[in-house]
């Protein structure tokens, strides 16, 4: 697989995770974006 595709791959999973635990649980589910957001894999 080539890197970009991998890359957008893994950011469509973190995204997709992250909106179940914002739906689960809306403090926990901002908690995980910041800390995505922070990490550098999640960018808008």
Same mark, same amino acid.
Request: net charge positive; charged share 15%; hydrophobic share 35%.
């Given at each position: 697989?080539?890197?970009?595709?991998?890359?957008?791959? *893994?950011?469509?999973?973190? *995204?997709?995770?992250?909106?179940?635990?914002? =739906?689960? =649980? =809306?403090?926990?589910?901002?908690?995980?974006?910041?800390? *995505?957001?922070?990490?550098? *894999?999640?960018?808008?």
């Amino acid at each position: 697989m080539h890197l970009s595709s991998y890359k957008y791959y *893994i950011q469509n999973k973190v *995204i997709t995770a992250a909106r179940y635990l914002s =739906n689960k =649980n =809306n403090e926990m589910g901002s908690n995980c974006f910041v800390l *995505i957001s922070k990490s550098g *894999i999640y960018v808008n």
